[in-house]
């Protein structure tokens, strides 16, 4: 699911202290917005923004220095005709940077068409890359899932498993081992780009921690700053299935590393056997250091598998 709208108002809210823009002209549609159909069909932010182009239609168009100049440099009929066409590819924002003033005829013509019309002094490439990525984030795919999502030695990790399996009590344990929350019970998952996922906390939800028995508790008021976190990439599922699951369901020794797909892009994972006496915290730090190892190309089974081919091959006991 993809969000198919934003107006030019919240995008200027968003970036007005960053980009120090002033809103010039266009003030009667400050709920301007983005086509559905060009959201929709967009494959990435970039087809969302950049310079004038008139083959893309309904795009974030940005007026550079030369952009500008070659406005300015036409005579008065060449320039409204121009600045016309502009108009015609009913862009939900016009934005001028570099800078620069823009020109009458466009201050004009943005008031008559209603198109909001910023003009900001940071560069025509550092407003392009701020707006495209505020509009990946804003307009990526996303979804819900349940479970507690992690930071643990620096790689995002997800708890899932069913309910009653203890994810939070883990989650705790964590947390007091060092390691950051993300968000517990309901993590929002955004697709950013091709290969990548990104998990955030639902803001109602920001910083608390569901403990059965105890209840809610503020994750950051307990621990401090450094045992939370805004958002994660997401790198690893970890899924706890009771034992009787395990025995009866997944491989003791997978002999290939288990994916998840969530989104249409792959993500790690591993099973964890939730019985008495078992450590978990433990083991899922464990199964972290195993595949931050597996990211840098170091496979441990593989290792294991070659060296019982080469132990086989001399002749050598096995045992």
């Not at 597996?294 to 070659?306: H, K, M, N, P, S």
């Amino acid at each position: 699911m993809k969000p198919t709208s934003m107006s030019a108002e919240a995008l200027f809210e968003q970036h007005r202290a960053a980009l120090r823009w002033e809103w010039v002209a266009g003030h009667a549609q400050p709920d301007r917005r983005f086509d559905e159909a060009a959201v929709r069909d967009a494959r990435s932010a970039a087809d969302l923004v950049g310079y004038l182009n008139y083959i893309h239609p309904y795009r974030v168009q940005i007026v550079g220095e030369r952009e500008v100049a070659y406005l300015k440099a036409s005579s008065p009929e060449d320039q409204e005709r121009r600045i016309s066409r502009i108009v015609t590819l009913e862009p939900p924002v016009i934005i001028v940077a570099d800078g620069e003033v823009p020109p009458d005829r466009l201050v004009a013509i943005c008031d008559r068409a209603e198109i909001p019309l910023f003009v900001t002094a940071e560069s025509a490439g550092h407003t392009i890359d701020v707006v495209r990525g505020w509009l990946a984030r804003l307009f990526a795919d996303r979804t819900t899932r349940h479970g507690v999502f992690m930071d643990i030695l620096g790689l995002g990790v997800l708890l899932t498993g069913e309910s009653g399996l203890g994810k939070s009590e883990l989650g705790l344990e964590l947390i007091s081992r060092g390691h950051g929350l993300v968000a517990d019970d309901a993590v929002d998952i955004y697709r950013i780009s091709q290969t990548a996922l990104e998990g955030r906390c639902p803001e109602l939800l920001l910083n608390l921690l569901e403990v059965r028995g105890i209840g809610l508790l503020d994750i950051k008021a307990i621990f401090g700053e450094t045992a939370v976190r805004r958002k994660m990439r997401v790198q690893l599922i970890v899924h706890l299935v009771r034992k009787e699951t395990m025995e009866r369901e997944f491989e003791r020794l997978p002999y290939e590393p288990l994916y998840e797909e969530v989104l249409g892009i792959p993500v790690r994972k591993v099973v964890i056997a939730v019985d008495a006496g078992r450590n978990l915290a433990v083991l899922v730090e464990a199964a972290v250091r195993n595949t931050v190892l597996q990211l840098r190309g170091i496979d441990t089974y593989q290792e294991f598998v070659a060296r019982h081919q080469r132990a086989m091959e001399k002749g050598e006991p096995l045992g």
